[in-house]
């Protein structure tokens, strides 16, 4: 793993909290996206040499919708920047990790990425991302 990449916060109103955020970096998101297949709406902030992520559940039965149910707005990830997820996965998967998604999968910011389960990780949910070239 190279770096953090970005930390990704779950909220209930995408808007609502893109004026809170941009208020405490002084700075506006710089994107909005939207990842039909998580159903999600992201937006993303630049802060320093660090990218923080806000998601917006889009359906009723999307991962992030089920997280603000159970846990309510906070943070929902930590993002590594990886080299080749595939060879990352592999090497995860035989310390012993469980991985979500096997295959990697497209997500938003132009990333490939999978995720660990968080029982693995002290109950932290792990994404790994490569950048799609």
């Known amino acids: 793993m190279n770096k953090i990449e970005h930390i990704g916060i779950a909220v209930k109103h995408l808007e609502t909290s893109n004026a809170l955020f941009a ?51 906070g943070v929902h990830h930590i993002a590594f920047d990886v080299e080749d997820i595939v060879a990352e996965i592999k090497r995860l998967q035989e310390e012993g990790f469980t991985v979500l998604n096997e295959t990697p999968k497209r997500g938003a910011d132009n990333k490939l990425v999978a995720f660990l389960h968080p029982k693995d990780a002290n109950g932290v949910l792990i ?5 799609i070239k």
């Open 23 to 73: 208020k405490l970096f002084g700075t506006p998101h710089y994107k909005t996206e939207t990842v039909a297949s998580e159903g999600v709406k992201t937006s993303f902030f630049k802060v320093g040499e660090n990218k923080i992520e806000l998601l917006e559940a889009t359906t009723a039965n999307s991962p992030i919708a089920k997280f603000l149910e159970r846990k309510g707005e």
């Open 127 to 131: 994404e790994l991302c490569q950048e």
